[in-house]
């Protein structure tokens, strides 16, 4: 293979899913090695658009959105498309074949997140910092070497804001959970950490880490080597990382004292102030909210979407009654001493 490889008088493309089967000495005698990577969202929906149309199949703008929502390759959308094709040109089918496909490679991953009561909006989100103000500098300024930490209540719109950043930017975003990270096998979640911010680096795309707190624990409290080796690989990418990334937490207290100084912008997001609550009712269930929403604390965006859901399934569109679901949400946090509305 090595003399092969090496004295081959005709041009020749070798093709390989696993490169590192290859082993060092071929890949040497190589003159270019290209890596095809998973595409960004915008060009997967381009490329379900195209497809779709080759297929003759009618796919709604929705479904399109779906599709690009998979972290799949070409080949699996074009595979979906071919199903739904065969059964009846049936469009909720192509999403359901490119799923499963992706469960057998990449084994069980999360379907995608429900959507919210309200689209993400910086003005609904309330922090330390202007956070409208603070995406168009970041936007504006050119710079792709930024850092987030994110850190504050659960559902105050922590990774909300990263990807709406990301988006003003004009970037992709890859986004990885601890669980996408952490390996069971000594020097794995080195392995992946790195993978992901080379992933990240790769497509030029803003990387966002969500619960970080899981990666970045104080090294202090360690009881084992390997906790003090992934937090390292950490600290080492935040360093040298030239593309944005955001890390978001809800304990920001336990990270390590070194993570602090690889965060260009550290911000906090707080409960909603009434007027946002305010306003995020009348979006959320278009009426006018009773005066005691305002009242309501620690209230977040987070709280909306769920009461959304709840009350379009039980059928509630009482203004009165949205409210009571809301200042149950509020009562059920730890550490509430939020009075019940009424009697």
Known sequence: MNRLVESAQAPTIWITNH????????????????????????????????????????????????????????????????????????????????????????????????????????VLSSADQDLVQLANRVSACGELAVSFCLHGLPGTGKSGFARYVAERMGLDVVEKRASDLLSMWVGGTEKQIAEAFQEA???????????????????????????????????????????????????????????????????????????????????????????????LSPLTPGDFAVVARKARLLGVRAPNMIADMLAAEVTAKPGSTQRKIGF
């Open 19 to 122: 490169p590192d089967c290859l082993g060092p000495a071929v890949l040497r005698r190589m003159l270019v090695a290209v890596k095809f990577g998973k595409p960004g969202r915008e060009v997967r929906r381009r490329l379900a658009q195209r497809i779709a149309a080759r297929r003759k199949l009618k796919l709604s703008p929705a479904m399109i959105d779906e599709l690009a929502d998979l972290n799949v390759s070409p080949a699996i959308i074009d595979g979906a498309a071919r199903v739904a094709k065969l059964i009846g040109g049936r469009q909720d089918l192509t999403q359901v074949a490119a799923r499963s496909v992706m469960q057998v490679l990449d084994g069980a991953s999360p379907p995608p997140a429900l959507k919210g009561a309200i689209p993400f909006d910086p």
């Open 201 to 295: 680096a790769d497509r030029r795309a803003m990387l966002i880490i969500d619960e970080a707190d899981s990666l970045l624990r104080d090294r202090a409290g360690a009881r084992a080597a390997w906790e003090v080796s992934q937090v390292n690989e950490m600290l080492a990418w935040m360093e040298r990382h030239r593309f944005p990334f955001a890390c978001t937490t809800n304990l920001m207290d336990s990270l390590d004292p070194a993570t602090l100084r690889r965060f260009l912008f550290k911000v906090r997001f707080l409960p909603m102030s009434p007027v946002q609550a305010v306003t995020a009712f009348r979006r959320a269930f278009g009426v006018e909210p009773p005066a005691e929403v305002g009242l």
